[in-house]
């Protein structure tokens, strides 16, 4: 059995908050999501990636121009201003309104604004607390000597600028996915609603 294998087992471990001979899984998770909730900012630079197995399998290395941010966002739909004029009540409401884009790639966003000099790889979901949720992003740094004589980045060098906004992580090419599948079956009930009218 590997260290991959060893360290993603606590980590299941640890979501699932099992105790052990040893450990209290669930009391190590508790006490890193208070550590994450105390912290100032919601986008932090992390010395080294609390879940190293997922940081791997989306392309992390232990090389100069490679780094790993934890971002916090809120739980919850986004805010919308309550129209005032020309609605019937029940179009007033603020409720069952959701998010066009998942939390995953709202956290890949703010991380890329935040580092303007790097591209997304991915992220995974570190911790999640009653308010909060907790990803870790992998960015690359473009413009670093190591990325452009790297093989499996250089790719990241030209061409691939913003590539969390405009959906070109797995996260964000989920919510697009979803978004083009809505549209589709939108137009469509539109169009049998036309026909049956016309008839």
Not at 35 to 59: Q, W
Request: glycine share 8%; proline share 2%; hydrophobic share 30%.
């Amino acid at each position: 059995m590997g260290a991959s294998k060893y360290i993603s087992k606590t980590i299941q471990n640890e979501w699932k908050s099992l105790e052990d001979k040893n450990y209290n899984y669930g009391s190590l998770m508790q006490k890193r999501e208070i550590e994450f909730r105390k912290e100032k900012r919601a986008i932090v630079k992390v010395d080294k990636p609390t879940n190293l197995v997922s940081a791997k399998k989306i392309g992390y290395k232990s090389k100069q121009g490679i780094f790993v941010a934890r971002v916090r966002v809120r739980k919850g739909s986004g805010t919308y201003h309550r129209p005032k004029n020309k609605r019937r009540p029940k179009r007033q409401g603020q409720a069952k309104l959701t998010r066009k884009v998942s939390i995953r790639a709202i956290a890949e966003q703010r991380a890329s604004k935040k580092f303007e000099n790097a591209e997304t790889i991915g992220s995974y979901k570190v911790a999640e607390d009653g308010r909060s949720h907790y990803y870790e992003v992998v960015l690359v740094d473009r413009l670093a000597s190591t990325i452009v004589n790297d093989k499996e980045l250089s790719f990241l060098v030209i061409g691939q600028q913003g590539r969390a906004e405009r959906g070109k992580t797995f996260a964000g090419g989920t919510s697009k996915d979803d978004n083009k599948s809505n549209k589709r079956k939108y137009v469509r009930k539109k169009k049998i609603n036309k026909n049956n009218a016309s008839k």
